[in-house]
């Protein structure tokens, strides 16, 4: 685990302080903090409209805070444009120039920055070489499959050696498969290079899987900040605890039915088990009376939800090989560790 | 694919043939030798006609002012064009809309009106009608015609694309010159030829914004009133339709792919 940031002696790659973006009355960015490690591969999640895009965008330069202070590196960025900041991305659409070969695209920073030929094509071929497309230099993009003109993208924005690289749903239009290959290549260069990743993403298992740290927006702010393990077992909200890994949200009375402290919890699903009817629940594990309402296989495990006498709707990730018996409306007895409840401390 | 019915090939043909069977008779009498009226058949053939028209300096005149007011009505049209065009294509500001309707609106104008509309306002600035006034005149039509290309192959580039540029270091002018101008280059080029083709047989507006000068097609409107040497004007008309079909059809080429030619039908 990469140790917290802000406590260090090094200034962070990445400094948001109060930082506030509106578009009109939508508040894209509504008082954001927060603070990226150097070398940090660093995650900020949250689901469409939550703010995340607006923050990378503001790192970038493609928007400037209506209010509140941004730093890269130490340095002050408000009000600088894109081509005088030390960070580069990867757009979703990757925004290659179609005009444009291969190796011109990623020699296009060099280029505008008066680096002679020799000099530029040597580098790209370098980058290109760096992200598995040695070769392809002479190629249009438009002869490339998705998952190239990915690296393309990636070869041009690294080729600039960037004090930050930012990274806007990168996988967002790859198949599962690259998705994965990609999501340990991008872990790899990240490592190698020593390189601070931002990377902005709607999808959890994307941020937990890759990230050090991850940033959960919610309707323009960050509503909890830490390593995925975390953010994943303790999640600070009801949101948090709903958006990643769809967590059961217990109320405080329903926590304290159970035998635990009287406040609102999460839980996880895969923490719940089953009890045979006539079995005994062991110490520290609280049993529930439940009717099971439908069952999803889902691999190596069956997702079971079920509705307790109270009507609450709690839903339990089982190893499918113990569950094959049960279907819907049998009655269950959900088996739940009380120390899995995590209580958390905001509502929102 | 089935096959065209024989009344619709019979229709077909009688169209094509409405549309360029007065071609043909202009070519026709390029080469008759009787001078002061088109009989048909022509009574003989001569190439001598090219020969009067190669002596005639008023011609020859015309043709260079014509070119002349072309070129540079074209050159302004581009510049204009393409920076009306740049700051309407992805803008969101109060008033776009009427704007952009603004800029497509001298085409849709009766050229009369263009024209008496610049006479008058020439004659309340007392700028005198001159070679500078034509050009001004066929300019406002031209912008037209290269803004609506500009507009319509900026809309279809990514705005992704300008960010990236400005991402990797190149300030506004150089994403300019290595970016947009690479990808709206063949619609400016088209637009600039399809400006020249307007400018090059305009009559309308020439008539209320020139002084003494005649460009081409007024001078082979002047020249119809007089009765000898009408096939010089046959002569000049043909090399009219080559000098204008020429860039049309270029510009057709070249737009093909992409969006039709907006703004042709003037």
């Known amino acids: 685990m990469i140790a917290a940031p802000a406590a260090s002696a090094s200034v962070p790659a990445v400094r948001f302080a109060g930082v506030v973006r509106h578009f009109g009355a939508v508040k894209a960015a509504d008082g954001v903090d927060l ?16 703010g995340k895009t607006t923050c990378l965008r503001l790192i970038a330069g493609f928007e400037q805070p209506d209010a509140g202070h941004i730093e890269i590196f130490g340095e002050t960025v ?6 005088r900041r030390a960070v580069n991305t990867v757009f979703q659409d990757y925004a290659l120039f179609p005009h444009l070969s291969v190796g011109e695209n990623v020699a296009y920073g060099l280029r505008v920055r008066g680096v002679g030929r020799a000099e530029r094509e040597r580098l790209a071929r370098e980058a290109l070489g760096l992200v598995k497309l040695g070769g392809m230099e002479t190629r249009r993009p438009a002869q490339l499959s998705g998952g190239q003109r ?11 050696r960037p004090k930050v690289l930012l990274l806007d749903e990168p996988l967002g239009a790859l198949d ?17 290079l020593g390189l601070t990743f931002v990377f ?14 991850v940033a959960v927006f919610n309707e323009g702010r960050i509503v909890q900040v ?16 709903g958006f990643v890994g769809a967590a059961n949200v217990l109320s405080a009375q329903e926590a304290a039915a159970l035998g635990a402290p009287a406040r609102a919890a999460s839980l996880r699903p895969e923490k719940i088990g089953l009890i045979g009817v006539n079995g005994v629940a062991p110490d520290g594990v609280a049993a529930l009376e439940a009717e099971v309402i439908d069952v999803s296989y889902q691999g190596p495990v069956r997702r079971i939800t079920t509705r307790t ?14 569950t094959v018996d049960v279907g819907p409306g049998a009655k269950v007895r959900l088996a739940v560790p009380l120390g899995a409840l995590h209580p958390m401390e905001g509502e929102g | 694919m089935t096959r065209a019915s024989l009344p619709l090939k019979i229709a077909a043909l009688g169209g094509l043939a409405f549309l360029h069977v007065p071609l043909v008779f202009i070519l026709l009498y390029c080469f008759t030798t009787e001078e002061r009226s088109y009989a048909f058949p022509p009574p003989g053939f001569t190439l001598k006609w090219f020969g009067v028209v190669w002596e005639r300096a008023d011609i020859w005149q015309a043709v260079g002012l014509s070119l002349k007011v072309a070129c540079l009505a074209t050159a302004v049209a581009l510049v204009l064009g393409t920076l009306a065009a740049g700051a309407l294509a992805r803008a969101r500001f109060f008033g776009r809309e009427p704007v952009s309707l ?24 007392e700028i005198p009608f001159s070679f500078w006034t034509i050009v001004l005149g066929h300019a406002t039509f031209c912008i037209v015609v290269v803004y609506n290309n500009a507009v319509a192959r900026l809309r279809r580039l990514s705005p992704s694309l300008i960010e990236a540029s400005m991402d990797l270091g190149a300030d506004a002018f150089q994403t300019f010159r290595l970016v947009v101008l690479p990808n709206v280059g063949t619609a400016l080029l088209a637009g600039g030829m399809l400006a020249f083709a307007l400018s090059f047989d305009e009559v309308i507006v020439t008539t209320f914004t020139a002084g003494q000068q005649s460009t081409l097609p007024i001078w082979m409107l002047s020249e119809l009133i007089r009765p000898r040497q009408r096939p010089v004007t046959n002569v000049v008309a043909v090399l009219v339709i080559a000098v204008t079909f020429l860039p049309i059809l270029a510009a057709y080429y070249l737009t093909r792919e992409g969006e039709a030619v907006a703004g042709s039908g003037k």
């Open chain 1, 35 to 50: 603070a990226v490690a150097p070398g940090e591969f660093f995650a900020m999640l949250g689901p469409s409209g939550s």
């Open chain 1, 78 to 83: 408000e009000g600088l444009p894109p081509y």
């Open chain 1, 150 to 160: 990915q690296r393309v993208a990636l070869a041009r924005a690294l080729v600039l």
């Open chain 1, 176 to 192: 599962l498969k690259l998705r994965e290959e990609m999501q340990v290549e991008l872990k790899g260069l990240q490592r190698a």
């Open chain 1, 200 to 213: 902005v993403t709607h999808d959890q298992g994307e941020a937990l899987s890759m990230a050090d740290r």
């Open chain 1, 226 to 241: 830490g390593p995925p393990e975390e953010v994943y077992e303790r999640p600070a909200t009801r949101f948090v605890a």
């Open chain 1, 309 to 322: 006498a109270n009507g609450h709707v709690i839903a339990a990730a089982v190893p499918a090989a113990q």
């Open chain 2, 102 to 125: 603004l800029f497509v609106l001298p085409i849709a104008l009766p050229g009369i009106v263009t024209g008496i509309a610049l006479r008058q306002a020439f004659g309340l600035m």
